[in-house]
Nanobody, 123 residues
Framework: QVQLVESGGGLVQAGGSLNLSCAASGSILSVNDMGWFRQGPGKQRELVASISSGGTPTYADSVKGRFTLYRDNAKNTVYLQMNSLKPEDAAVYYC?????????????????WGQGTQVTVSS
């Protein structure tokens, strides 16, 4: 059983900052890509940032220079530092992780999603 537990969402004024975290736990053999997507009201889910193990983060153009993604491999945790938040950043943010697990003696690679955390930015 694998879980992704997110935290750090909330309400912030425009120009403010939030730090989201996502910790993967359970029967994990290895964690490959980790990152964040978001879905605003009436919008499709979109990639915010992603990073492979030991790799360089990639960002959506809309957040470059404002958001920073980093991970702690020892803790299977990924963080998203969000600065200079704008009202258009308001959304439910979802953590995603591509990771290898073991079940019944076999190795599987699955894409897991967190439950989502709300980010609200007031103007």
């Amino acid at each position: 059983q694998v879980q992704l537990v997110e935290s750090g969402g909330g309400l912030v004024q425009a120009g403010g900052s939030l730090n989201l975290s996502c910790a993967a736990s359970g029967s994990i053999l290895s964690v490959n890509d980790m990152g964040w997507f978001r879905q605003g009201p009436g919008k499709q889910r979109e990639l915010v940032a992603s990073i492979s193990s030991g790799g360089t983060p990639t960002y959506a153009d809309s957040v470059k220079g404002r958001f920073t993604l980093y991970r702690d491999n020892a803790k299977n945790t990924v963080y998203l530092q969000m600065n200079s938040l704008k009202p258009e950043d308001a959304a439910v943010y979802y953590c995603k992780a591509l990771l290898a697990t073991v079940a019944a003696g076999a190795r599987y690679v699955y894409l897991y999603w967190g439950q989502g955390t709300q980010v609200t930015v007031s103007s």
